[in-house]
């Protein structure tokens, strides 16, 4: 996952009309957690690793919709003690607790699509075949969805990919 914006990639229907190339996927109830998010308190939010990071716990959070800062962090703990079973959110298990690790990072509102690659109909047999992923976009695009994100604070800031505000992302804002 980067955090560049990604434009929805579109091919023109017999009627003319524009759609997705791509299977657009918003996330609901069971099929939710059918894909790995767990709900905490109403919030579903899921662990996401970092861009061609094989690493077994989540470098990010996400939740969907925009919710709280201290909300998030809640479910991110959440998150790890039902996922991983380890009850604190500043290290990763086996980390050296006698290491410092930086306060808990702000959360971000922003937008984001699922995609299934490629479209359903049209199989193409690349590494994304079958599978979901989820990429920023402006609020303006097809499927977008309002997300909560948050990085893990044992993980690097700039492994995460998570719009900046601060950066120029302009459809991202700081969770209050």
Not at 25 to 35: C, L, S, Y
Not at 150 to 169: C, E, F, K
Request: proline share 11%; charged share 20%.
């Amino acid at each position: 996952m980067t955090s560049a914006l990604y434009q929805i990639e579109t091919s023109e229907a017999d009627d003319g009309t524009m759609a997705p190339a791509e299977g657009i996927w918003t996330p609901a109830g069971e099929e939710a957690v059918d894909h790995g998010f767990v709900v905490y308190r109403e919030l579903y939010i899921g662990g996401i690793s970092a861009p061609h990071d094989d690493n077994l716990y989540p470098q990010a959070f996400i939740t969907l919709g925009h919710h709280r800062w201290t909300d998030v962090i809640e479910a991110a703990a959440a998150y790890m003690f039902r996922i991983h079973n380890w009850r604190t959110l500043h290290l990763y298990p086996g980390d050296d607790p006698a290491v410092r690790i930086p306060e808990i990072p702000r959360a971000v509102h922003a937008f984001g699509v699922f995609l299934r690659h490629p479209h359903p109909d049209h199989p193409c047999g690349c590494e994304w075949d079958d599978s979901w992923r989820m990429v920023w976009t402006p609020p303006t695009e097809p499927g977008a969805i309002p997300i909560t994100a948050m990085r893990h604070p044992a993980a690097q800031p700039a492994a995460t990919g998570i719009p900046d505000p601060d950066r120029g992302v302009a459809s991202a804002t700081w969770a209050a």
